[in-house]
């Protein structure tokens, strides 16, 4: 329900990070890990991400790659990691029930694929503005 | 060209929830989150701790709905200290961020306080994912909704450390199985604190009071 206000945090992370790198660089590719046990639905995000994007320089037109991750744990009693496949949080080796979460409640911004962007060949001179 | 990143994207929320942690630490009062579905029953568990705790315990409410001050107007009898939220003035969120507690707080005098009782938006999805820098979030699950909210609200039910089923003074009447209910809290989150009680009845207040007593006073203590 909230991707947007976390799609807008996203969009000036992804900013930041290309202005760090050069002010003439555009965006093509923008790699994002989401956990399984989160909240966040990644269609919707990906639709707020072209609609926030779309007018802005540098990053109108890049892909939002999303990978998600699934849900992991760690049994405090018997070491196992194991993947939680379904809603029950108990080791499958010992069954054992004290277990931490390991994975699945990522939101992370991994990284930007960038390009120079090129003067058009066929694009307007300044003259013509 | 790849440039790594690497940054979580909920990490400015987390930033000023630490901060607000910090500032709950430095005067000593306890911070609970109160988080359920729309009509768990918050508003009126909240006016009967409120009637309990007059004269022993300093507590106010930050009260976060979406539009109206209906259940702050439901509270203000108490004369405790509430502060409201709306979060449609500030586009309308599913839940409460950790900035929101900031400011709230900002409007509260602190020093004053055992306890400060936030009281989240309605909603078993987006609230579970914002830190707030509370003490405890509590999940409230009412006997008039499923046995099975645990199983398809994981995050909610576990990132809480204590669940509330409310409304037991009704469960006669329904079909709604409370042992089931606590099995499917265990399958998500074993370490969980599960209370039964009735805001409305009394019944079972007592452990739930004592449970923020103890927290308040161990607030004092460090």
Same mark, same amino acid.
């Given at each position: ?5 976390? *799609? ?12 760090? %790198? /050069?002010?003439? @660089?555009?965006?093509? =590719? #923008? ?14 995000? *990906? ?12 990053? %109108? /037109?890049?892909? @939002?790659?999303?990978? =998600? #991750? ?37 939101? #992370? ?21 | ?112 306080l055992d306890v400060v009782f936030i009281e989240n ?102």
């Amino acid at each position: 329900m909230h991707e947007l206000s976390v *799609t807008q945090e996203l969009v000036q992370t992804v900013e930041k990070a290309r202005l760090g %790198a /050069g002010e003439d @660089l555009q965006v093509t =590719i #923008v790699n994002v890990k989401i956990g399984r046990l989160t909240t966040v639905v990644p269609e919707y995000m *990906t639709f707020y991400f072209n609609m926030l994007t779309k007018e802005m320089p540098g990053l %109108a /037109g890049a892909a @939002l790659e999303i990978e =998600i #991750v699934p849900i992991t744990a760690h049994c405090k009693s018997c070491d196992a990691e194991f993947t939680v496949d379904e809603p029950h949080f108990v080791c499958p080796a010992c069954h054992g029930e004290n277990c931490e979460i390991t994975g699945g409640r990522e939101m #992370v911004v991994d990284s930007i694929e960038v390009a120079e962007v090129e003067a058009l060949p066929d694009g307007p001179s300044s003259g013509d503005m | 060209m790849e440039i790594k990143i690497v940054q979580n994207v909920l990490a400015a929320n987390d930033e000023i929830a630490a901060a607000n942690r910090e500032m709950f630490r430095e005067k000593k009062t306890l911070a609970v989150n109160l988080m359920s579905s729309p009509g768990s029953g918050k508003t009126q568990l909240l006016d009967a701790t409120l009637a309990a705790f007059a004269g022993k315990l300093r507590a106010a409410v930050i009260e976060g709905d979406i539009t109206t001050t209906l259940d702050a107007e439901r509270l203000a009898k108490h004369n405790a200290p509430l502060v409201q939220i709306n979060t449609a003035t500030i586009g309308g969120d599913c839940h409460l961020e950790a900035s929101m507690i900031r400011s709230a707080a900002s409007r509260l005098d602190l020093d004053t306080l055992d306890v400060v009782f936030i009281e989240n938006v309605g909603n078993l999805v987006c609230p579970a994912e914002f830190e707030l820098g509370e003490d405890h979030k509590v999940a409230l699950l009412s006997v008039t909704e499923g046995e099975d909210k645990p199983l398809k609200y994981p995050l909610m039910f576990r990132v809480c450390d204590t669940v509330l089923l409310t409304k037991t003074d009704i469960v006669q009447h329904l079909d709604f199985d409370m042992d089931a209910a606590e099995a499917n809290v265990r399958k998500i989150n074993p370490a969980a604190r599960i209370l039964r009680l009735s805001a409305k009845s009394g019944a079972g207040m007592d452990a739930w009071l004592d449970f923020i007593i103890a927290g308040a006073e161990k607030k004092k203590a460090v």
